[in-house]
């Protein structure tokens, strides 16, 4: 496969680039096959026959460290194309299709200073990004995920990619952004620890979700792809 001709298809923007879904075509399909080969054994992050895809559908049952293992990987193999951030969503929450009945990760995770979910791997985070202490929640973008022994199968490290976020707004219970149309969810309640940062089924974007693996057929894993770049060069 000529991974670098690869055109993804979707929703052009003004800026040249396309919004779309990872399909279970020829690069979906590497995408798949080097997941499995990476998370052989671990539940609920390996693709198995209850998950089964079929060829040119969307990829479906997106989580947490799927999503973390497809963006790296996208990025080391396409230089073009990767997972959508929490940001790119707001911006483009109009050509993002069928958002009322799919549900889609980001490439992001989002950790608070109150001790709670996932403490075992908020540290990691935190020793991967140098910080001590939280004054504020951050967002943090672009983790890379490998296999573990750990009770989650996983574990995050670090890569060239990986950018940091304060965003104080996280404490709010409820935020409007972007185009007036993208809400984003939280509650006191699950303002701790580590949390998923996904965009909800036609509800807006959610930041208080602590369980890293749930997966459902609606999931989908929705990237972007640089066209303007891949015309200069």
Request: with cysteine; net charge neutral.
């Given at each position: 496969?000529?991974?670098?001709?690869?055109?993804?298809?979707?929703?052009?923007?003004?800026?040249?680039?396309?919004?779309?879904?990872?399909?279970?075509?020829?690069?979906?399909?590497?995408?798949?096959r080097k997941l499995?080969?990476?998370?052989?054994?671990?539940?609920?992050?390996?693709?198995?026959?209850?998950?089964?895809?079929?060829?040119?559908?969307?990829?479906?049952?997106?989580?947490?460290?799927?999503a973390l293992f497809?963006?790296?990987?996208?990025?080391?193999?396409?230089?073009?194309?990767?997972?959508?951030?929490?940001?790119?969503?707001?911006?483009?929450?109009?050509?993002?299709?069928?958002?009322?009945?799919?549900?889609?990760?980001?490439?992001?995770?989002?950790?608070?200073?109150?001790?709670?979910?996932?403490?075992?791997?908020?540290?990691?985070?935190?020793?991967?990004?140098?910080?001590?202490?939280?004054?504020?929640?951050?967002?943090?973008?672009?983790?890379?995920?490998?296999?573990?022994?750990?009770?989650?199968?996983?574990?995050?490290?670090?890569?060239?990619?990986?950018?940091?976020?304060?965003?104080?707004n996280l404490t709010?219970?409820?935020?409007?952004?972007?185009?007036?149309?993208?809400?984003?969810?939280?509650?006191?309640?699950?303002?701790?620890?580590?949390?998923?940062?996904?965009?909800?089924?036609?509800?807006?974007?959610?930041?208080?979700?602590?369980?890293?693996?749930?997966?459902?057929?609606?999931?989908?894993?929705?990237?972007?792809?640089?066209?303007?770049?891949?015309?200069?060069?």
């Amino acid at each position: 496969m000529n991974i670098q001709g690869y055109q993804l298809q979707g929703n052009r923007t003004d800026n040249g680039s396309v919004i779309g879904n990872l399909v279970y075509d020829d690069l979906g399909e590497l995408l798949i096959r080097k997941l499995n080969e990476e998370f052989i054994g671990v539940k609920n992050i390996k693709y198995d026959k209850s998950t089964m895809l079929e060829k040119g559908n969307p990829i479906s049952y997106s989580n947490t460290p799927r999503a973390l293992f497809f963006n790296q990987i996208l990025r080391e193999i396409t230089q073009d194309i990767h997972v959508l951030s929490l940001e790119e969503v707001i911006k483009y929450w109009n050509k993002i299709e069928n958002k009322e009945s799919n549900y889609a990760d980001t490439n992001s995770i989002v950790i608070y200073p109150k001790k709670g979910f996932n403490e075992f791997l908020k540290k990691q985070v935190l020793d991967i990004i140098n910080r001590r202490t939280l004054k504020v929640p951050l967002i943090v973008k672009n983790l890379s995920v490998k296999k573990s022994n750990n009770n989650y199968g996983f574990e995050f490290t670090g890569n060239d990619f990986v950018t940091v976020t304060e965003n104080p707004n996280l404490t709010k219970c409820e935020i409007i952004s972007g185009n007036g149309a993208a809400a984003l969810w939280t509650s006191p309640s699950g303002q701790s620890g580590l949390n998923r940062l996904y965009r909800c089924r036609g509800l807006g974007l959610n930041v208080v979700d602590d369980y890293l693996f749930y997966s459902n057929d609606n999931g989908r894993v929705q990237v972007t792809q640089d066209l303007e770049h891949r015309t200069k060069e």
